[in-house]
Each structure stands twice: as structure tokens, then as C-alpha cells.
């Protein structure tokens, strides 16, 4: 059985920064490509961030210089470290594996991340 499973997510001030992780089970995780998505009430969902099987990394304009996202295959798990954080960056946070060889996709549950004074 397949999940992913975030964790991290919370109430947090603007300015401020958290960790999200994504705990992978089920897959083999090196083959797959990760991403984070987000969705903020009434809008649809985004991508994020995104990170390749190689490690190549990919974000959005919107969170570009205060996201990082990162992989430890070793540890079947994903990270998105999440800093200066803003009010519009209040949103469920997914997490995302796809690979097209073998064309299989999953997606966790969600963590609420809400960024307010």
C-alpha cells in the first residue's frame, strides 16, 4: 500500500519559517519524481516546488529564494523548507510522486500551513 504522509505543517507569523516532510512508503522512492503543491481556499491547486529523480529542483515564482526543496532517498522522504513566510502562503501543502515510466502517480493527504499575526 502507497502512502505519503506530511507532517509539519502549523500556525506561524509572518516573517517566520517551517519544515514540511513528506514520508514516503510503498514505492521505490529513487525513481520518482516529488513534487509539493499547494491550495489556498476558493483557488486552485499549484505546484510549488518540484525535485527529479537526479535531484534537479524547480519553483514557483512566487516562493523563489524562500523554498527549498530537498530528497533523502536513503530515508524515503522529502522536505520543503519554507522561510519569510506570508500570508498568501496560507494553504493546504500536498505532497506529490509521480512517475511517468510506469506511469504512477500518489498524493498525501495534506498539512495546513497558515501564516498569520
Known amino acids: 500500500q502507497v502512502q505519503l504522509v506530511e507532517s509539519g505543517g502549523g500556525l506561524v507569523q509572518p516573517g517566520g519559517s517551517l519544515i514540511l516532510s513528506c514520508a514516503a512508503s510503498?514505492?521505490?522512492?529513487?525513481?520518482?519524481?516529488m513534487d509539493w503543491y499547494r491550495q489556498a481556499p476558493g483557488k486552485q491547486r499549484e505546484l510549488v516546488a518540484a525535485?527529479?529523480?537526479?535531484?534537479?529542483?524547480h519553483y514557483a515564482d512566487s516562493v523563489k529564494g524562500r523554498f527549498t526543496i530537498s530528497r533523502d532517498n536513503a530515508k524515503n522522504m522529502m522536505y520543503l523548507q519554507m522561510n519569510s513566510l506570508k500570508p498568501e502562503d496560507t494553504a493546504v501543502y500536498y505532497c506529490?510522486?509521480?512517475?511517468?515510466?510506469?506511469?504512477?502517480?500518489?498524493w498525501g493527504q495534506g498539512t495546513q500551513v497558515t501564516v498569520s499575526s
Open positions: 506529490y510522486a509521480t512517475n511517468r515510466m510506469v506511469a504512477r502517480d500518489y
Open positions: 510503498g514505492i521505490i522512492f529513487p525513481i520518482y519524481d
Open positions: 525535485i527529479t529523480r537526479s535531484g534537479t529542483t
